[in-house]
C-alpha cells in the first residue's frame, strides 16, 4: 500500500513557475508509474504527465507539453512536477497517483488530496 500527499500548489501570475511534490508513505515510489492529473469543477479530470516505474520514460498532454516536466527523486520517495509558463487554464486541483501496472494506460489506484493551483493577474 502506498499514500501519496501532494504540496506546493498556490496563487501565481501568468508566466510564472510552480513546483508541484508528491511525496510517498508506505512503499517505496520507484516501484510505481506516477502520474499527474488535473480537474477544474464541472469538467473532466484531465491527464496531463506520467513517468514510468520500469524505465522513467514520460509522457505529457498536448496542453501542457514543453512547458510541464515530471522527474523522480528517489531519495525523498517523491515525484515532482516542475511548470513553468503557466497560463490561467492551467488552473485547477493537481493529483498525483500510483499504479503497479507497467503497461499504457494503466489503472491507478493510489491518489493524493490534491492540491490547487490558480493562475491569475
Known amino acids: 500500500q502506498v499514500q501519496l500527499v501532494e504540496s506546493g500548489g498556490g496563487l501565481v501570475q501568468p508566466g510564472g513557475s510552480l513546483r508541484l511534490s508528491c511525496v510517498a508513505s508506505g512503499s517505496t515510489l520507484a516501484y510505481y508509474g506516477i502520474g499527474w492529473f488535473r480537474q477544474v469543477p464541472g469538467k473532466e479530470r484531465e491527464g496531463i504527465s506520467c513517468i514510468s516505474a520500469t524505465d522513467d520514460s514520460t509522457w505529457y498532454a498536448d496542453s501542457v507539453k514543453g512547458r510541464f516536466s515530471i522527474s523522480r527523486d528517489n531519495a525523498n520517495n517523491a515525484v515532482y512536477l516542475q511548470m513553468n509558463s503557466l497560463k490561467p487554464e492551467d488552473t485547477a486541483v493537481y493529483y498525483c497517483?500510483?499504479?503497479?501496472?507497467?503497461?499504457?494506460?494503466?489503472?491507478?489506484?493510489?491518489w493524493g488530496q490534491g492540491t490547487q493551483v490558480t493562475v491569475s493577474s
Open positions: 497517483a500510483a499504479t503497479q501496472q507497467q503497461r499504457p494506460n494503466p489503472e491507478y489506484d493510489y
